[in-house]
């Protein structure tokens, strides 16, 4: 059971990128699907999430920047973020759980992890 991130590095503000979380040992349909961030210093916050009903949601810092998108097929998790800024260097994390319909972000604490794709955003 794996989650696998890639996709990060740097890039000048006001570009893009895209992350990726590929899902091996378990298949992400039905889950709850999350991308976290953590900067330096700073406690990890949710980003973007699609929950098992597919609602999307974001949080308000990256609202109307980046989209969160799953490909069942390729069971597969996605950030695409653009309009970067320099406040969105973070550790980027993707997450997944067994949760019905809504919840918060804490419920992610308990579902599956991957390791991280750093982004960094600087000129």
């Known amino acids: 059971v794996q989650l696998l991130e890639s996709g990060g590095g740097s890039v000048q503000p006001g570009g893009s990128l895209t992350l990726s979380c590929a899902a091996s040992g378990f298949t992400l349909a039905g889950l709850a699907v999350a991308w976290f961030r953590q900067a330096p210093g700073k406690e990890r916050l949710g980003v973007a999430t699609?929950?098992?009903?597919?609602?999307?949601s974001y949080a308000d810092s990256v609202k109307g920047r980046f989209t969160i998108s799953k490909d069942a097929a390729k069971n597969t998790l996605y950030l695409q973020m653009n309009s970067l800024k320099p406040e969105d260097t973070a550790m980027y994390y993707c997450?997944?759980?067994?949760?019905?319909?809504?919840?918060?972000?804490?419920?992610?604490?308990?579902?599956?992890w991957g390791q991280g794709t750093q982004v960094t955003v600087s000129s």
């Open positions: 699609i929950n098992s009903y597919g609602s999307v």
């Open positions: 997450a997944a759980v067994e949760l019905v319909g809504g919840g918060t972000w804490d419920d992610f604490k308990s579902g599956y």
